[in-house]
């Protein structure tokens, strides 16, 4: 009888611990990923931007969409082609989580449409902009050189929307302009610098656009060099030089990535361990852990 008694336990246990898990990262509302800049949704169904994290929030419950904007432009631009997307899917309301420039492309999104967003998340997002950005600028003046230079960047995202199948237009050095401080700037000014602190702090993460509630939050990580296997932390080494002494993941400063309420600003990932990328070469932080424990936190604040 006792043993019959303790496995039944342990089965209720076991069906209990699965349910749990079945449900952990089911949100109220759909989840929608945003690629940054020179990014994708997907490469021939095979290369994933957000590599192996859709998978690893839909095996535990929740509904994700991945979205395609273009992979060269302004926030602005990119941020409209978001809201187009957003309303052509058929739920009321999404979660949107941006990476890079991902960050300020949903902010502009949810300026255009709040009443379809729930929540803003920025990842290693560049929401004051980049010092990579402004060298470049600086680097590359008006001219030929530029022009070259863009229109090299232009056909790259042309690759890009071939190799994803999309047809989203590219002005590389809009995408520059919007990303570097002054751009930046002018871009928050429109938006009424709305989640973002001033001084650099979290704050909290009740934003009001046009009298709907949207939750903003944010995570990134300050180690540009992560693993030596890691191919990308050799470029990333290099542009983390425009910061100095200031922390920052290679591309964005940690007080840059800072949005709303504030996660967690120092992981041990870089700008392209964010996404989990190259393929899962990563520093410490298992960033695909981050995008889980976030869904599980929408969902436990009714999103």
């Known amino acids: 009888m006792k043993r019959a008694v303790i496995l039944l336990s342990i089965l209720c246990c076991t069906l209990a611990c699965a349910n749990t898990f079945a449900q ?6 759909p989840i929608v990923l945003v690629h940054g800049i020179s990014g994708f949704d997907s490469v021939g169904g095979v290369v994933d931007y957000f590599h192996t994290v859709p998978y690893n929030l839909r095996r535990s419950g929740a509904k994700v969409y991945v979205a395609s904007v273009s992979a060269f432009n302004s ?7 978001l809201a187009n997307y957003l309303m052509t899917l058929p739920e009321s309301k999404f979660n949107l989580i941006g990476h890079s420039q991902g960050a300020p492309t949903t902010r502009v999104a949810a300026s255009l449409v709040p009443h379809k967003v729930a929540s803003v998340t920025s990842v290693n997002g560049a929401n004051l902009g980049s010092k990579v950005a402004d060298i470049a ?4 003046p008006e001219g030929v050189i530029r022009s070259v230079a863009v229109s090299v960047a232009n056909a790259a995202g042309s690759v890009i929307n071939f190799l994803s199948n999309n047809q989203n237009t590219q002005d590389s050095l809009a995408s520059a302009m919007t990303l570097s401080t002054a751009g930046t700037t002018a871009l928050n000014n429109a938006l009424g610098n709305k989640g973002l602190s ?3 702090s979290s704050i909290n993460e009740n934003v009001n656009i046009d009298g709907h509630n949207v939750k903003m939050f944010s995570w990134s990580g300050t180690y540009p060099l992560t693993n030596f296997f890691d191919i990308s932390d050799g470029p990333l080494g290099i ?4 910061f100095g002494f ?3 993941d290679g591309l964005v400063s940690e007080c840059s990535s800072k949005l709303g ?4 600003s120092r992981y041990h990932m870089n700008h392209i361990d964010a996404v989990n990328h190259l393929f899962g070469i990563r520093g410490w932080t298992n960033p695909v852990s981050l995008y889980r424990s976030h869904a599980n936190r929408l969902k436990n604040r009714g999103l």
């Open 24 to 29: 952990y990262t089911k949100t109220k509302y």
């Open 75 to 81: 926030s602005e631009a990119r941020g409209q082609q």
């Open 137 to 140: 600028l600086g680097v590359l």
């Open 198 to 200: 001033g001084n650099c």
């Open 239 to 242: 542009t983390a030089l425009a």
């Open 246 to 248: 200031e922390r920052n």
């Open 261 to 264: 309420n504030v996660i967690y």
